[in-house]
């Protein structure tokens, strides 16, 4: 019997507006591993999703032999350790490795709840001037992050794209609709100089460039979001 | 080994888990015990970002957050494994650290501490707990038949929870509505290294009970 191999079925369970079913999608496009997309329906959100992730009944949830794997963080680790073959998604060296899963825990814990603040829950003047604030701290702390990561180089993950610049690089399309949105830019030439760049060089990246959405497409979903959060609270 | 130390507070569970992986892997460390109203210098120039404990410090490299420490710690020392070997189960021990620390430690704090009184938070943590007890069904430990990441993350329902109930009379983790987890704490405080890693239960109940009077319920 022929052995089967590790790149065989693989599905994917998730969302194209997700930014944490991008990060997947551009993950398993970078380790070129060919796989099912299935688009989660959402409302009513589909008997598959609520059988395979009954904890958090969220996409994206990796299917490998049917198994399901639920939360990206999760997932991204799952991948890099059973494709082995090529490019790696976490550093080598184990430091390296843990500053990368730091500052991971960081963009999803902080960055990415102080986007969601600005752009979805924040109402009135005086909650939106301190969601924009604090954004705008958070992304100068994930400059900061790119500088030590980067050591110099293209990307947080050195020479080639890694974990972090998936990690981080998931939510461009919905960080630059929250510029658009709000009217201020959160990366500038002046104050997040490597950010710039940095998004100018992984945004060409073929693996990237088919998944992250313009924000202009992702409009419709976040007032989508705006108008479930406000049904939920009145 | 090169030169470990651990910058924490004895009576913390985040601190606990690190002295935890640490001695199962029989590594030396020192711990520096910090005082959380007046915070090291030191501490504040290893975690300038959350300038929170614990921090691991290896041979001058810090690393903070306690998740990352205890994969930093598997990765860098053999010995004991905490985490499986399996690609699949490791992301399964993952999962179950990420919910335990996302979800179950902020619905346990409400419930046993913060909001006290507060009914709902109560029966909300209790549906997180029901799903950490089926997940336990026919296993001594999260990780099989030995401690592994899971268990040393649910340290804080292993030994402090038990113990806020024994001072407030909370009855949330009882043998009656959670054999499993009950039965896996039991294993989980027999393990010597682990009562090693924790704080006495007198020390302990002693600051449970000034730490509630001087915080009444919201």
Redesign the interface.
């Known amino acids: 019997m022929a052995a089967s191999s590790t790149a065989d079925d693989v599905k994917l369970l998730g969302g194209w507006p997700s930014p944490f079913s991008n990060r997947i999608q551009i993950a398993l496009n970078l380790k070129s591993i060919p796989y099912d997309f299935i688009e989660e329906t959402f409302t009513p959100k589909s008997h598959l999703l609520l059988k395979s992730n009954p904890?958090h009944k969220q996409i994206p949830v990796l299917f490998?032999h049917d198994?399901p794997?639920?939360?990206s963080?999760?997932?991204l680790?799952?991948i890099d350790?059973?494709w082995t073959k090529g490019q790696s998604l976490l550093p080598s060296d184990?430091?390296d490795?843990?500053?990368a899963?730091?500052w991971a825990?960081?963009i999803d814990d902080k960055w990415f709840p102080s986007l969601r603040q600005l752009t979805i829950f924040a109402q009135g003047e005086d909650a939106i001037s301190a969601a924009l604030k604090q954004i705008v701290e958070a992304t100068a702390?994930v400059e900061g992050a790119f500088a030590d990561c980067s050591k110099g180089k293209a990307y947080f993950g050195g020479d080639k794209i890694g974990y972090l610049d998936l990690v981080f690089g998931c939510f461009l399309g919905w960080l630059r609709l929250a510029e658009k949105v709000v009217g201020v830019d959160l990366l500038t030439e002046t104050k997040t100089p490597g950010l710039v760049g940095w998004v100018e060089r992984f945004s060409s990246n073929d693996a990237v460039k088919s998944v992250i959405q313009e924000p202009e497409k992702l409009m419709e979903t976040l007032e989508f979001l705006k108008a479930m959060f406000n049904a939920s609270t009145t | 080994m090169g030169e470990v130390k651990v910058f924490g507070v004895r009576r913390s569970p985040y601190s606990c888990r690190v002295e935890i992986a640490l001695k199962l892997k029989g590594i030396k460390y020192d711990f520096i015990e910090e005082d959380l109203s007046n915070k090291s210098p030191l501490l504040l120039k290893y975690n300038p970002v959350h300038k929170k404990i614990p921090v691991l410090v290896h041979n001058e490299n810090p690393i903070a957050e306690s998740l990352v420490i205890l994969e930093y710690i598997e990765e860098t020392w053999k010995g004991t494994p905490i985490l499986p070997e399996d690609p699949y189960q490791r992301a399964m021990a993952r999962f179950w650290s990420k919910f335990i620390d996302e979800k179950c430690m902020p619905a346990l704090l409400k419930a046993a501490v913060k909001e006290r009184e507060n009914k709902k938070a109560i029966e909300e943590a209790a549906e997180l707990l029901k799903i950490l007890e089926n997940e336990l069904e026919g296993k001594k430990f999260f990780g099989g038949d030995n401690i592994g990441l899971v268990d040393i993350v649910a340290d804080f329902i292993g030994y402090w929870l038990g113990l806020i109930q024994h001072v407030t009379g909370l009855e949330l983790l009882t043998k009656e509505k959670f054999p499993n987890l009950c039965e896996w704490s039991h294993e989980f405080l027999s393990s010597s290294i682990v009562k090693e890693s924790f704080p006495p239960s007198d020390h302990l109940l002693e600051y449970i009970r000034s730490w509630l009077s001087a915080n009444p319920s919201k």
Do not use: T
């Open positions: 904890v490998h198994k794997i639920c939360e963080i999760v997932i680790q799952y350790e059973v184990s430091y490795r843990a500053i899963r730091f825990a960081y702390v």
